[in-house]
């Protein structure tokens, strides 16, 4: 029910008032609107601010954090420092948390890492930057290279040599990504101040994408462009359109929109060029960048996720250039998951690049050149057309026949390769029982070797080889109970961190202590694994259940930090943590994997049930009079189905659906990946099948919906679109359920922005707290 306020009606009879009595009424009421208008205006601001409608001119922005400046600055470990102890972790916290990733050795000696690292302001997130961070690993001198702006990004860097570093930012004058050269002195640990970078390029458009030959001759890089147009005349097309006016699209094909963002014909091309440095040491091109892509209708890197570092590659000599496409010159792009490697050669520039994976018609990426061999390279690949969730299998090409599969009985699927300098053995990154694990396959030549696995806990991921060490590299790792951190692998029984920017915060918040694993007896009497996360109170006192159902649905609850769902926000809160790996899930084996196919409401139904009851079971502290079930996306489909099933539904006292599947038949006409609604129904189109698309469709059994429940969508999500989430709102408010919509119109399916995040939280654990009490 909405309230008005400040809406005063006078009854008839009081027009028979005093005059006097009239003025001074009208007076207090004046002083009394006026007092309402003060304190809407920030909330009025606020609201035009987060309302991005296209037709509407947006009020003027208000004034953002000042200049960083040596006394506006506190990095986080300098902020926490100052604050007091003993506070229960919160999403505000998880948010100021520094974000360090893509750690790279000195080229030459490797006694330096150079890495990334993204932090906001503190202590109001008014603005984040990021930026390029040097440190010793001989004396753990830590030395931060570009100036912190706000607003300001770097990113994609790559060390030419010992003292030149190319790196993408938005610190162009323009605001736009370019390209710029980092000039380190002979002595970093002594810098006094931040290095001002040189501005090597200066295009119209973004420089979306960098990659780097490892000699420093020739570089790739990408923008969106128009298939057929140069970046200059994309730029002029871009700004006759908007300065048109017209909102009009017009579509041919799919897709019409992807991910988060409408299709309107700009894509991400690779350009390839050679580089050389000038008298003055700047690093120039010497020649124009060739467009590999010119004249086609398709995107490298591949979106909306794929990126230059894993999906290009160059040649031991650099003249070769390999990149993964999607073949979407049609409307099958939005029905096919096939993916190709195709490599163009610089000593041919006129020639067509060469496909060398278009036999499969699955998905073939992430190619890898050897550092040594100007013809090898490793990839990998799926063997199952229309279904991204396949095994990846790894794969050797070496130009002379067909690809040969490398460790063809395994049934874990790689996902990610890095190659050490021996051209012989290869760091594979595997998800294994919800971790991300490391294993090193120390000769992919001989058919007796056989990978090891050289890191088990947490998720370590991002490796980076030695210059000289064979054995020695540096990545992220990350856990339930740490945030990523930058680590050095010497070898199995020496591992350390390198950085420690989050110690401060972390020194300063309470947690659960405990982050472990269980199993069960599940569907099909086979061992079904979840997680525990205790509940920051200990297991003293009864606790509050949020029992976690994660998305995918061919993915699973790991042991990994997370930004948007966090275990330990959760704990923190007094809640303990459930969360079920079911049968669907991945890093258990590729049959554990398809077993869901077709099975949406039965075999992750039946877990979670079992699941919750042998939860309950082993954790006595857990009160099952005060639970409530959270999920998204498939989490948010299982919600939803759950809901129409009392004899799950009434085993909680709430549910929170975060952009779930609401209609699986109106879902499989309206989402824009049509595999995933096609291959998890059995294969079928909703026309061809629609019983396929009604078993498990939650809208059936609306009728049984009883139990509270918080329904949370993003407007600009196109994967689950938010009509899915209106509906499921309308259906309970329409049988009277107490239920709240939180509609986020500027998110996609995840909730990035800071400030949504934290509304996000507040509103998901007000409505918990009103239900759990």
Not at 194 to 212: A, K
Not at 300 to 323: V, Y
Request: aromatic share 12%; net charge negative; with cysteine.
């Amino acid at each position: 029910m909405t309230s008005r306020s400040g809406n005063y009606i006078l009854p008839e009879d009081d027009k028979r008032m005093s005059k006097a009595k009239s003025k001074t009424f009208l007076i207090s009421a004046a002083f009394f609107l006026l007092g309402v208008v003060v304190i809407l205006i920030p909330a009025l601001v606020l609201i035009l601010r987060k309302v991005n409608c296209p037709d509407t001119p947006s009020p003027p922005a208000p004034p953002g954090p000042p200049a960083w400046n040596g006394s506006d600055y506190l990095s986080n470990s300098d902020y926490y420092s100052q604050l007091p102890g003993g506070n229960a972790f919160t999403q505000l916290d998880n948010l100021r948390l520094d974000r360090l990733s893509s750690p790279r050795f000195d080229p030459v000696d490797g006694k330096a890492v150079i890495y990334l690292r993204r932090q906001y302001h503190m202590p109001d997130l008014k603005g984040s930057s990021t930026t390029l961070h040097w440190i010793s690993l001989e004396t753990n001198k830590s030395v931060q290279l570009t100036r912190p702006i706000w607003g300001t990004s770097d990113q994609q860097f790559y060390w030419i040599d010992k003292k030149t570093i190319l790196f993408l930012s938005n610190r162009a004058s323009s605001g736009l990504n370019q390209l710029f050269q980092l000039d380190l002195p002979d002595d970093v640990s002594a810098l006094g101040n931040f290095i001002e970078p040189t501005q090597i390029t200066d295009y119209p458009l973004d420089i979306d994408n960098l990659l780097v030959n490892r000699q420093g001759t020739r570089l790739a890089f990408s923008c969106q462009v128009f298939s057929n147009l140069t970046i200059r005349q994309t730029a002029d097309r871009l700004a006759a359109n908007k300065a048109s006016g017209s909102l009009v699209y017009k579509f041919d094909k799919l897709f019409i929109r992807h991910w988060d963002e409408y299709m309107l014909g700009p894509r991400h091309h690779p350009f390839v060029v050679s580089i050389q440095r000038q008298a003055n040491g700047i690093m120039n091109f010497t020649d124009t960048p060739v467009d590999v892509l010119f004249n086609v209708d398709s995107d490298s890197p591949t979106r909306p996720f794929g990126d230059g570092k894993t999906q290009w590659s160059f040649s031991a000599s650099g003249k070769k250039f390999a990149f993964t496409r999607q073949h979407d010159e049609t409307s099958e792009v939005a029905w096919s998951t096939n993916l190709d490697i195709f490599v163009y050669d610089s000593a041919q520039p006129t020639a067509q690049p060469a496909c060398i994976t278009c036999d499969n018609k699955a998905a073939d990426t992430d190619p890898s050149y050897s550092p040594t061999d100007e013809n090898v390279l490793v990839y990998r690949a799926q063997a199952v057309p229309g279904y991204e969730s396949d095994q990846f299998k790894l794969k050797l090409y070496d130009g002379t026949g067909p690809a040969k599969t490398l460790l063809d009985n395994w049934d874990r699927s790689i996902q990610a390769v890095a190659w050490p300098l021996d051209h012989q053995s290869l760091y594979l990154e595997i998800g294994e029982e919800a971790r991300n694990v490391i294993y090193k396959f120390p000769n992919f030549t001989s058919p007796s070797s056989l990978p090891t696995r050289i890191l088990s806990t947490g998720s370590s991921h991002d490796v980076n080889n030695h210059p000289i060490n064979n054995d020695m590299f540096v990545f992220v790792h990350d856990r339930i109970s740490a945030p990523p951190n930058i680590y050095l692998f010497s070898s199995v029984e020496s591992v350390r961190p390198v950085t420690n920017h989050n110690d401060n915060l972390l020194a300063k918040v309470r947690m659960g202590k405990t982050a472990e694993t269980f199993n069960f007896t599940g569907a099909n009497n086979e061992s079904v694994w979840g997680w525990h996360v205790e509940s920051v109170n200990g297991q003293g006192a009864k606790a509050p259940l949020a029992f976690l159902i994660h998305g995918g649905p061919q993915s699973s609850w790991y042991d990994a930090w997370s930004y948007r769902w966090n275990y330990q926000v959760f704990a923190s809160k007094g809640y303990a943590v459930i969360a079920i790996n079911f049968h669907g899930s991945d890093s258990y084996g590729q049959k554990f994997t398809d077993s869901i196919t077709g099975q949406y409401g039965t075999l992750p139904f039946e877990d979670l049930k079992l699941g919750l009851t042998a939860a309950i079971n082993k954790y006595t502290y857990i009160d099952d009079k005060r639970t409530a079930a959270l999920g998204a996306s498939y989490g948010g489909f299982m919600i939803n189905w759950i809901a129409g099933h009392p004899e799950m539904s009434t085993r909680f006292n709430t549910l929170v659906c975060h952009d779930g599947l609401f209609d699986m038949r109106g879902m499989g006409y309206s989402t824009e990946e049509l595999w995933f609604s096609e291959h998890d129904a059995g294969g079928f189109t909703p026309y061809e099948n629609s019983t396929a698309f009604e078993q498990f469709n939650p809208v059936n059994h609306v009728a049984n919906w009883s139990q509270p429940m918080l329904v949370i969508h993003g407007g600009r999500d196109y994967r689950v679109p938010d009509t899915q989430g209106i509906s499921a709102f309308t259906a309970l408010q329409r049988r009277n359920i107490p239920s709240r919509m939180l509609y986020l119109p500027n998110e996609n399916h995840w909730t990035l922005n800071p400030f949504n995040s934290l509304i996000w939280y507040q509103e998901v654990f007000d409505w918990l707290s009103r239900w759990t009490k």
